[in-house]
């Protein structure tokens, strides 16, 4: 298979298993993964880091790296798709009774997405 065609699949799938996850949220509906967060110390923000910051690796590998610049800086369409993305999810929970708005969660998602940059950047560097 092509890395091409994989990457995408993976980020696709990825974002499916994420929707899926806020879908029980916003619907108060169990799962495992809410049962394991409040055992582990800081589990939500561990949670929402590692989210948000595979999604944006993935994202990103699947754009292939692909960026804009901002200010000499290069941001990729990928940081900008799960940014966009991660600011609306967590503002819409201000609109939903079982959710609750949580600026820790939204820096949370930032340290992950941030991890991802410093990742990627060792990545597409030892490529070229």
Same mark, same amino acid.
């Given at each position: 298979?092509?890395? @091409?065609? $994989?990457?995408?699949? *993976? ?11 806020? #879908?029980?949220? +916003?619907?108060? %509906?169990?799962? *495992?993964?809410?049962?394991? !967060? ?6 939500? @923000?561990?949670?929402?880091? /590692? ?6 690796? *993935? ?11 901002? #200010?000499?800086?290069?941001? #990729?369409? /990928?940081?900008?798709? !799960? ?9 819409? %929970? ?24 410093? $990742?990627?950047?060792?990545? %597409?560097?030892? +490529? +070229?």
């Amino acid at each position: 298979m092509d890395v @091409k065609v $994989l990457s995408r699949a *993976l980020a696709l799938s990825f974002s499916g298993f994420i929707l899926w996850v806020i #879908y029980l949220a +916003n619907t108060g %509906q169990p799962s *495992l993964f809410f049962e394991m !967060v409040p055992a582990i110390p800081l589990g939500d @923000k561990i949670g929402h880091a /590692g989210l948000f910051g595979t999604l944006t690796f *993935l994202a990103t590998f699947a754009t292939q790296f692909r960026f804009v610049h901002c #200010y000499r800086i290069r941001i #990729y369409y /990928g940081v900008i798709a !799960v940014t966009a993305f991660v600011v609306t999810e967590e503002i819409s %929970q201000m609109f939903i009774t079982t959710r609750t708005f949580d600026f820790t969660d939204l820096s949370a998602d930032a340290l992950g997405m941030a991890a991802a940059v410093l $990742l990627l950047r060792r990545v %597409q560097s030892g +490529n +070229n």
